[in-house]
Every structure is written in C-alpha cells, then in structure tokens.
C-alpha cells in the first residue's frame, strides 16, 4: 500500500510523469491476466478483449513490460529502495502485529455494554437516556482497558520512520506491553488514557446507544423482525 501511494506522490512531484501512464506491478506484467479476470467477472457494462485465455500461464518473464521509463521519469523503484534501507522493512507487518490491541477494545467494550445494560436496567423500551448511559459506561471501561494497545499501535506504527538506534523493535503486543512495564514502570500503561477514554466515551455513547434505539424503532413497525436484515437496518 505504501509503496502504491509512494507512486501517486512521485506522479504528483515529478514533472516528467505528466501526460504518462505507469503500471505498478510486483511482479512480470502481462494484459492477458488482466483481460482474463475481467471477463471472468463477466461485467456487462466492461466489454474486453478476449485475447487468448490462460495465455499468461506460459508467459516468459524475459517479454515482460519494462520499468525503465517510469524509473527515467519519477524514479520510483529508487525511492521504494531508499525507504526499505532507510527503515530496515521488507514487508509492513505491523497491522499483523497489533490485532491484540484492537480485540482487547473491541471485545471489552461488547462485554461492558451488557454488563451495563444489567446494571443500569435497560430494557427494549428504555428512553434514550439509559441507551447513553450504558454506552458511555461500556466505552469508558474499554478505553481504560484498551490503552496499553492503543499505546503499543502507535509506537508499531511510528518504530520504521525512526533510525535504527531509537526504534523500539516490539516483536508483539505481548513483548511491547512487558517491556514499557519492565523498562517504563507499570505507570507508563496509563500514558494518555484521559483522552483516549473521553473519545472512547463519545464514540460508544453515539454507536451502541444509537444502533439500540433504532433497532427498537424498526421492530416497532410491522416490517421489521428481529433478525439479520433489522440488524444491518439498525447499523
């Protein structure tokens, strides 16, 4: 992804690219694979040629497109070169890397709606008062629990634009979260969370809170039943 928009940038920047067209490929390039998965989504309003089918299954690599105008006008592969040495990567693993920061959110925050709900008595014909309350209640209690993964996201995030001495190298949500305890103190866990729990407050008040009132709305009227249609509806 970044080294497509890299191309859209370097598009924008260089002044040679201007009337040009450049295809961004990982690899050999030819029309016949393009050709064949647009016919196979048999799009009425696209009309392709068929060329022949299966062709680029034998395509030799030796015939492929060439990269030596785009590299002549915008210096591209160049540049996705210098960012590679410059940050050490190879691949962008971070978003593989952060998925525990996100579940522990997401799951908390589900787990405290109901728990609130309980708490608060809320009920299929709560006023809209009680519907905020307890989604206010659910994203305080997720945005306290998710801050260390909030934390740990951005540092991820933010480790490949630094030198390679200042970088943190987390390996994952666990070794970052054991290493701010080790190395930071169990208060650095904390680091941010008023505004992280105020947006989270905001967000979860306006989203669960909404999506019950409407959905208690619609099964209010004769075409709606509380199955998946009144759900997507309600979203």
Known sequence: MRNVSLGHVRALEVPATGGQRFILSAGAFIWQDWFDVVNELKLQEVTVPAGTPGAGKSFNPITGTTTRRRERCSGLSSAIRRRRQRTGQHREPEGARVWMSQMSYSLCRFWAYDESQKI???????????????????????????????????????????????????????????????????????????????????????????YDYVKAELLKTPYFNDNIYCHFTAS
């Open 120 to 210: 608060v008595g809320e009920g299929p014909n709560s006023p809209a008062w009680k519907l905020a309350l307890t989604g206010s209640m659910a994203g305080g209690i997720a945005g306290f629990v998710g801050n260390p993964g909030e934390i740990i996201m951005v540092r991820l995030q933010g480790d490949f634009a630094k030198s390679p001495e200042k970088r943190l190298n987390y390996k994952n949500y666990f070794d970052g979260l054991y290493r701010m305890v080790h190395d930071e103190g169990p208060s650095s866990l904390a680091r941010g969370v008023t505004p992280i729990v105020f947006r989270a407050i905001l967000m979860n008040a306006s989203q669960l809170a909404l």
